[in-house]
């Protein structure tokens, strides 16, 4: 029997039941489906609309079509169900027999699918936040490991100013932070319970929302029903985090993958994380971290696609909205692989340090230190950053090092302000003094990066500890 049989006569045809249907991606929303049925039914039985039996019975008969459903998915999907919550109603009525027919009173699929879906996006964040949490353990892991090898900086992917290699990953560990932080807050707006809004005006029964609310672990009823059934604007947040979250960790896999190359030498993959070539034998390819940098894509695309969904849509329910699950499901799944799939790319890489380290003091990326030094000698900033520019290009004629030219040929390349260089010059171009200059809060000294690592540390364990109590 399908749901709304009465007002039909005809059937509907194949191709709409194909096109129309909903089940092959929504069964995976029955947990939450029975979830939020378990408390209807309960919420019904205090509203005196069912006795304590029928709310006993239909519980049992809910946890068992669930309990089915979950020894046997593919019947699930074989059942010909226009969704999952018809799917479950049918099931329960087959087991309970006319009582499960009363399920249904004063709720509508309207309510229960935005509720289910906010019940599933809830899970998912917590998925999502304890894989940053293991991402950011193994960053923190790596800079412990490696935090104190030089590498180059860049800036338009020319080097730069030196920093350390803690300093860049400890960059990587912020920015999955603010991702961490962006689901904490869109949390908050998730968790709040639409049922009891009925199809659109709200519940004809004297229904304790409030009650209901508490019983599916959500924070507060919905304030409007108009509004509740029909924004999905709490799925845009979660695909706008998961967005901004590839895309962090499409930066991170292409830092990486540049490292990787002959040219760079930085690091070495792990065999467990690379690929070869049909072909070329010597080859050994990041497909890891490529996939990790491609995934933005997919994520991104999930964002617009509800993004345009959304936009312009009357209120309140259309079907339209039945779009909003696959873009999720498919975002966030992703989106967990990627951040599962980071961890070993990191745990088994392998740094290069007297690569790194050679290539942070190849003699250039200690100019600005030039000019500072020029600075502390009473010369003003301008008139020090051309001076350096001098001796660099005069560096460059004569194919050596900033630090490799002598005394002499300094102050001579240096024009007017030549007789400020003195011998201390050589110490301040060093690596060491062009890093531990860096000393000040955010900087890459190694004091400064030594103690954002252990604080990264602490804050990564207390998160472990949280989230492991919260899950007893
Ligand atoms: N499968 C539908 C969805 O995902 C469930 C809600 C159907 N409601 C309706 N009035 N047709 O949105």
């Known amino acids: 029997m399908a749901l709304y049989g009465g007002r039909f006569e005809g059937k509907q045809s194949p191709l709409f039941r194909a096109f129309n249907d909903s089940l092959r991606f929504d069964a995976r929303l029955i947990a939450q489906d029975v979830e939020g049925s378990i408390a209807w039914a309960s919420a019904l039985g205090r509203a005196g609309v069912l006795t304590e039996q029928d709310v006993f019975a239909l519980h049992a008969g809910l946890r068992a079509v669930l309990d089915a459903a979950q020894s046997e998915p593919a019947a699930v999907l074989a059942s010909g169900e226009e969704d999952v919550h018809s799917y479950v109603e049918r099931e329960l009525i087959a087991r309970v027999g006319e009582l499960g027919k009363r399920l249904h009173t004063?709720?509508?699929?309207?309510?229960?699918?935005?509720?289910?879906?906010?019940?599933?996006?809830?899970?998912?964040?917590?998925?999502?936040?304890?894989?940053?949490?293991?991402?950011?353990?193994?960053?923190?892991?790596?800079?412990?490991?490696?935090g104190q090898t030089p590498l180059p900086g860049y800036t338009h992917v020319q080097r730069g100013q030196p920093v350390l290699l803690g300093h860049w990953a400890?960059?990587?560990?912020?920015?999955?932070?603010?991702?961490?932080?962006?689901l904490h807050s869109a949390l908050e707006r998730v968790n709040i319970c639409p049922l009891g809004s009925?199809?659109?005006?709200?519940?004809?029964?004297?229904?304790?929302?409030?009650?209901?609310?508490?019983?599916l672990g959500f924070t507060a009823p919905s304030a409007n029903s108009l509004d509740a059934v029909s924004d999905r604007d709490f799925v845009f947040e979660v695909l706008a985090a998961s967005a901004l979250c590839s895309i962090h960790l499409s930066r991170l896999a292409e830092d990486l993958i540049l490292y990787t190359t002959s040219e760079f030498g930085f690091v070495t993959m792990d065999d467990a994380v690379t690929s070869g070539s049909s072909l070329m034998p010597q080859k050994k390819n990041p497909d890891a971290c490529e996939l990790l940098r491609a995934k933005s894509g997919r994520t991104l695309?999930?964002?617009?696609?509800?993004?345009?969904?959304?936009?312009?849509?009357?209120?309140?329910?259309?079907?339209d909205l039945q779009e909003d699950k696959e873009p999720l499901f498919d975002s966030t799944d992703h989106l967990l692989m990627c951040l599962r799939m980071a961890c070993p790319v990191l745990d088994t890489l392998k740094v290069h340090g007297a690569r790194t380290r050679a290539a942070a003091d190849d003699g250039f990326s200690a100019a600005t230190d030039l000019a500072d030094y020029l600075v502390r000698k009473g010369v003003p900033f301008r008139d020090a950053h051309h001076t350096a520019g001098l001796l660099t290009r005069?560096?460059?004629?004569?194919?050596?090092?900033?630090?490799?030219?002598?005394?002499?040929?300094?102050?001579?390349?240096?024009?007017?302000?030549?007789?400020?260089?003195?011998?201390?010059?050589?110490?301040?171009?060093?690596?060491?003094?062009?890093?531990?200059?860096?000393?000040v809060l955010g900087g890459t000294a190694p004091g400064r990066v030594a103690a954002a690592i252990v604080a990264a540390r602490a804050a990564v364990d207390a998160e472990h500890r949280a989230m492991t109590s919260a899950r007893k």
Not at 198 to 215: E, M, P, S, V
């Open 301 to 319: 695309g999930a964002l617009v696609s509800l993004a345009t969904t959304l936009k312009g849509l009357p209120l309140a329910y259309n079907k």
């Open 394 to 439: 005069r560096a460059l004629e004569l194919g050596v090092a900033l630090h490799a030219l002598s005394l002499e040929q300094m102050r001579q390349a240096a024009g007017p302000h030549g007789t400020r260089i003195e011998p201390d010059i050589f110490e301040a171009l060093s690596l060491e003094a062009t890093l531990s200059r860096r000393d």
């Open 170 to 182: 400890l960059a990587y560990f912020e920015m999955l932070g603010r991702d961490a932080a962006r």
């Open 106 to 146: 004063g709720r509508s699929r309207n309510d229960q699918v935005a509720t289910d879906l906010r019940l599933w996006t809830r899970g998912r964040i917590a998925e999502l936040l304890d894989g940053l949490c293991t991402l950011r353990a193994a960053l923190v892991a790596l800079a412990e490991r490696d």
């Open 198 to 215: 009925g199809a659109l005006a709200g519940t004809a029964y004297r229904i304790d929302r409030h009650a209901l609310a508490t019983d």
